[in-house]
Nanobody, 113 residues
Framework: QVQLVESGGGLVQPGGSLRLSCVAS????????MGWYRQAPGKQRELVAT???????NYADSVKGRFTIDRDNAKNTVYLQMNSLKPDDTAVYYC???????WGQGTQVTVSS
């Protein structure tokens, strides 16, 4: 049974930082491209960042230069470091095995003063 468990969300002031984690089980984590997605209230779910098995990364234009995705295959974990957070970053953040329909339950990120 595949499980993806996100953590690290919370309430942060504009300009602050958070580091999200997603631990995977039930899959051979190291062979998959992993992604972070987000969904804000009333909006469609959107891609935030992806990382390949060779650590090649890709980012949405809205987060380039502020967010960093990385992975630790030994820990079956993918991370999303989020800096210079803005209110528009408020959303539920999900991790996903990009090539499969495997999603985590999401973690809420709220950026507000």
């Amino acid at each position: 049974q595949v499980q993806l468990v996100e953590s690290g969300g919370g309430l942060v002031q504009p300009g602050g930082s958070l580091r999200l984690s997603c631990v995977a089980s039930g899959i051979t984590f190291s062979i998959y491209t992993m992604g972070w997605y987000r969904q804000a209230p009333g909006k469609q779910r959107e891609l935030v960042a992806t990382i390949t098995t060779g650590d090649r990364t890709n980012y949405a234009d809205s987060v380039k230069g502020r967010f960093t995705i990385d992975r630790d295959n030994a820990k079956n974990t993918v991370y999303l470091q989020m800096n210079s957070l803005k209110p528009d970053d408020t959303a539920v953040y999900y991790c996903k095995v990009v090539a499969k329909n495997y999603w985590g339950q999401g973690t809420q990120v709220t950026v507000s003063s």
